[in-house]
């Protein structure tokens, strides 16, 4: 494919690009993505390097430095072995169809090769496309940061996500509710397709093209479906889409995130958290919580977000019938999540509770848990973290849970709670710990270092992004640097950052997180 739209200027750059035509989706020809050249930014500067994932793609420690890389990763330029082109999709936004959406403000540069396989690189905010509609094909400095953050926040703490290679800024104006200054984040995905690809040719009947967005997928992604043929690859593709989802939902719910815009248009093929908008991280534990101020009817609350999956799951296996042909299989594959979802999420609260083999009654100790926390508006993080360090200390254990038992309004739930747990715990080392048949001091210690290794001491918390976003609008981007330092590694201890594991303060709940970005 040959551009309409010249590139504003080739520069070469040290990036390991994959020939343009064994990557992306313009492979499948024009009626999946339109080649789009970025369009330029004034004076663009650096707000955010993630070095670490530089590191991690085993690009050269100068390639922040390299000529024109501030450039090509702002789309001021095209660099040569990068094809630039925007994709299409359409979708349900908050369960009515919208039709057709696409990539509006995002331009695949092409993939690259790296140590964990083929990526993607995208440019999110780097000017209009065929499918910007009325949009400016911009995103603001605020919710360019919020999504580096955010997607570097949960990589670390083990949840599947796009990551973000790095964000620019420039003082070009971009008008939102207010008029603020625009940036560009440049992303990266092992894909991203999302549910919405395929209902987009299903909605407009173009059977040979979703089969072949569904091979494609296959080919890329899912190698051990490609033996399969006809009816029983497709059948195979949703019911991994299935799997990959569910996983992901118990993963969100364990940490506490809450994505706010589950349209099918961004939910992953791959089970990857995809389109950081109006997502927060719970403070206080409320299953009801909404982040999203658009979502008047909580359609996206917290505690709703792994049925929302499910019924977008549906919409996904409606796209594929043409090509799964009968209701059965589909059903059955759908039908998956219902056993997926329970079972990954009892693993990964299992794992919370530092507990090592299930038993009848732990889904009910969660919940009895969870009942509490909610009760008091317990703060999801700091429990968890202030418990994994109680179960370590072996020497007094009422005194111990002292800090625990301190976020508790209602004392006496709280120890009705502990007393079960505990009990819970001398069952779990009994039966689980071959080496001691009671809560030895060993056990209490190796069982409190498991928990602080899923337990993290730093989240994303809004009031953190807020005010590094506020200093980053000064042109102080340390804050930003720093909390994606911590948020790498949110399970260590990082004694000079604190502050940033504590309660949220009085102010952040007065925080609005606007949904334009
Ligand atoms: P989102 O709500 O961010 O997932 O976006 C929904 C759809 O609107 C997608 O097709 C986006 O590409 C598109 N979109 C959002 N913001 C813009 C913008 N500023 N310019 C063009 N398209 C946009
Ligand atoms: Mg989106």
Sequence with gaps: MTYDDPAPRVAPLDLPWRPANASGLTQLGSTFATPTAPTALPAAHWVA?????????????????????????????????????????SGHQFGQWAGQLGDGRALNLGDIDTPFGPQTLQ?????????????????????????????????????????????????GLVRREEVETAAVVTRMAPSFVRFGHFEHFASNGLIDELQALADWVV??????????????????????????????????????????????DNMSVLGLTLDYGPFQFLDAF????????????????????????????????????????EQAPALAALERYKDAFPAALDARMRAKLGLHNAA????????????????????????????????GESASVTHAFEP?????????????????????????????????????????QARSQAMLQVNPKFILRNHLGELAIRQAKTGDFSMVQDLCDVLHQPFDEHPAFEAWAGLAPEWASSIEISCSS
Excluded at 76 to 85: A, Q
Excluded at 362 to 382: C, S
Excluded at 415 to 437: K, N
């Design 404 to 444: 625990v038992r301190d976020l508790f309004l209602h004392r006496e739930v709280f120890d009705a709670w502990l007393s079960s747990y505990q009990t819970r715990m001398a069952a779990d080392c009994a039966t689980g710990d071959a080496a001691s048949s009671d809560l030895s001091p060993l056990s209490n």
């Design 123 to 171: 440019l999110k905010g780097a000017g209009p496309t065929p499918y910007s509609r009325r949009g400016d094909g911009r995103a603001v400095l605020r919710s360019s940061i919020r999504e580096y953050l955010a997607s570097e926040a949960m990589h670390g703490l083990g949840v599947a996500t796009t990551r973000a290679l790095c964000v620019t800024g420039s003082p």
């Design 49 to 89: 390097r993630n070095d670490r994932l530089r590191a991690e793609l085993s690009l050269p420690s100068e390639f922040w430095t390299q000529h024109d890389t501030l450039q090509a990763l702002t789309g001021n330029v095209v660099l040569t072995g990068s094809s630039p082109y925007a994709s299409v999709y």
């Design 286 to 325: 409320d299953p009801s919580h909404i982040c999203n101020h658009s979502d008047h009817q909580g359609r996206y609350a917290y505690a709703r977000q792994p049925q929302v999956a499910y019924w977008n799951l549906f919409c996904l296996g409606q796209a594929l019938m043409p090509l799964i042909d």
């Design 360 to 391: 009848e009654g732990d889904r009910a100790l969660v919940e009895t848990l969870l009942k509490a926390m909610h009760q008091d508006r317990v703060d999801y993080t700091v429990f968890w973290r202030r418990l994994s360090h109680a179960v």
């Design 219 to 264: 080919a890329q992604h899912m190698p051990h479906l490609q033996a399969l043929q006809g009816p029983a690859r497709y059948t195979g593709l949703l019911q991994a889409i299935t799997h990959s989802t569910a996983e992901l939902m118990a993963q969100w719910q364990a940490v506490g995130f809450c994505h706010g815009v589950m349209n099918t």
